[in-house]
């Protein structure tokens, strides 16, 4: 039984880098590629159609990437809010990674760079992809240690330091005090 195709969506600075970036993606038969002109045509398609990795560029005309992907994680009439995401860009700067980071953007790529290593990263994210969202949500790569995790509670007549837990009671000591014969 073979896998359904993947579907990659791009939404790049120019229709040439967007063209050239979807004919090496296009390459790899197990996905399928999307390509956008505008952040609405992006946000069109994805309230009606799943798409399962999202590139796109910092260097477009219109809202930066971070503020685009940022504005997904938080609409929930989108088919795929929690997408991981690649984007493109000239030179990062550290409040830009920071703003990468914090909008839930998984990998920044630096242009000009292989369009064959762009489709090795695609591949390699949609292979090795987890889940990003909790029960509460979408939590971004920053905030995933963040996770309350329960503190164990101390039982009776155990150490704190014991990495042994007792499934069935102790046979030792006598079930029934009143029993005993």
């Known amino acids: 039984m073979t896998e359904p195709a993947k579907v ?26 999307r390509v956008f002109d505008a952040e609405a ?3 069109a398609y994805m309230r009606i159609a799943p798409i399962d990795m999202l590139v796109c560029d910092f260097d477009r005309q219109e809202r930066p ?6 504005g997904i994680r938080l609409d929930s009439s989108l ?38 290593h762009l489709l090795q990263r695609i591949q390699t994210r949609l292979r090795t992809r987890s889940v990003v969202g909790v029960l509460g949500g979408y939590r971004g790569p920053e905030r995933r240690n963040r996770v309350t995790t329960p503190v164990p509670q101390p039982v009776p007549g155990r150490r704190a330091t014991d990495n042994v837990v007792p499934l069935f009671p102790d046979r030792r000591k006598p079930q029934h005090p009143g029993l005993e014969g």
């Open 8 to 33: 990659v969506a791009i939404i790049a600075a120019s229709p040439a880098l967007s063209s050239l970036l979807a004919m090496v993606v296009a390459g790899d038969s197990r996905l399928k590629v």
């Open 41 to 43: 045509q992006l946000l």
């Open 65 to 70: 990437a971070h503020e685009m992907v940022e």
């Open 79 to 116: 088919v795929s809010q929690d997408v991981p995401v690649i984007a493109l860009t000239r030179q990062i700067t550290a409040p830009m990674r920071h703003q990468a980071i914090s909008a839930g953007i998984d990998e920044v790529i630096i242009k000009p760079m292989s369009p064959r």
